[in-house]
T-cell receptor
């Protein structure tokens, strides 16, 4: 079935560096892609999303890039801080039919930021 | 701002027992989703409800059932518990038509 997966399961960076977390997806029918941050013992927290008709979207210190040609999604975090340490999941969803809103998550990348 | 509330936060049950997990969505949210997250795994979609009707169903065992009530809170009922049911169970809520789902803190279920 469709899946969303990540290339790198762990990422360690120094405080102040930029971080890039990657994700590959297989369902070309996906309408939305979302990045979630999950801290230990907590539920996933919405970071940013992007529609399938967009290539790039920026938020506060985060940028999501979507390359539909190669079905690739990335999350860029600028000036990474220790508080950014968490597991990051990409997820996809698509409108229409009975699957509207259902999220399919990727494997997750553990981001560790060293002071 | 009000968030999604889940109870209990922790639950320990023995094999073959039953468990009921509760979820209280953000006020005015009409859609509730349930996800299961095993250790070191990504969340897996179980079931969702919109306006008290089941809207989608994922990899939910027949031993599990769920419903959404008139006040929009939802309950996940789990029977004949197995060791493999030990996991974090998240509830998320949203407004229909919007893709942003807000997750609760989860219920950690341990089956011994």
């Amino acid at each position: 079935g469709e899946s969303v997966g990540l290339h790198l399961p762990t990422l360690s960076v120094q405080e102040g560096d930029n971080s890039i977390i990657n994700c590959a997806y297989s369902n070309s029918a996906s309408d939305y892609f979302i990045w979630y941050k999950q801290e230990s013992g907590k539920g996933p927290q919405f970071i940013i999303d992007i529609r399938s008709n967009m290539d790039k979207r920026q938020g506060q210190r985060v940028t999501v890039l979507l390359n539909k040609t190669v079905k690739h999604l990335s999350l860029q975090i600028a000036a990474t801080q220790p508080g950014d340490s968490a597991v990051y999941f990409c997820a996809e969803t698509h409108a229409g039919g009975t699957s509207y809103g259902k999220l399919t998550f990727g494997q997750g990348t553990i981001l560790t930021v060293h002071p | 701002a009000a968030g999604v509330i889940q109870s209990p936060r922790h639950l320990i049950k023995e094999k073959r027992e039953t468990a009921t997990l509760k979820c209280y969505p953000i006020p005015r949210h009409d859609t509730v989703y349930w996800y299961q997250q095993g250790p070191g795994q990504d969340p897996q979609f179980l079931i969702s409800f919109y306006e008290k009707m089941q809207s989608d169903k994922g990899s939910i065992p027949d031993r599990f059932s769920a419903q959404q009530f008139s006040d929009y809170h939802s309950e996940l009922n789990m029977s004949s518990l197995e060791l493999g049911d030990s996991a974090l169970y998240f509830c998320a809520s949203s407004l229909v038509g919007l893709n942003e789902q807000y997750f609760g803190p989860g219920t950690r279920l341990t089956v011994t």
